[in-house]
């Protein structure tokens, strides 16, 4: 089991930027990709983005293409979520999440941070 521990989140005007890290403990040399997705009050929960584990491959949602940067550093079995250009519209609940194989489920979370973009 990996233990998930989501961190920076908070207030932020819009144009701003934040940097979401999530740092993992446990068996992390069994996941395959850790993935952000993030939930706005009365919305299903969306896929932003995943990076995986080994290869560093990244993929995004649409609507933070371009804005939103993924990363990882193996060393502190930290990934990061770098979010710039803002919008009101990124304000949720942000979750990182992991799954084990290629064409898994993502089913082990994080708690989550809040993250509001307003003026």
């Known amino acids: 089991q990996v233990q998930l521990v989501e961190s920076g989140g908070g207030l932020v005007q819009p144009g701003g930027s934040l940097r979401l890290s999530c740092a993992a403990s446990?068996?992390?040399?069994?996941?395959?990709?850790m993935a952000w997705f993030r939930q706005a009050p009365g919305k299903e929960r969306e896929f932003v983005g995943r990076?995986?584990?080994?290869?560093?491959?990244?993929a995004y949602a649409d609507s933070v293409e371009g804005r939103f940067t993924i990363s990882r550093d193996n060393a502190k079995n930290t990934v990061y979520l770098q979010m710039n250009s803002l919008k009101p519209e990124d304000t949720a609940v942000y979750y990182c999440?992991?799954?084990?194989?290629?064409?898994?489920?993502?089913?082990?979370w994080g708690q989550g941070t809040q993250v509001t973009v307003s003026s």
């Open positions: 990076i995986t584990w080994s290869g560093g491959d990244t």
């Open positions: 999440a992991t799954k084990i194989y290629r064409f898994g489920i993502y089913n082990n």
């Open positions: 446990g068996r992390t040399f069994s996941t395959y990709a």
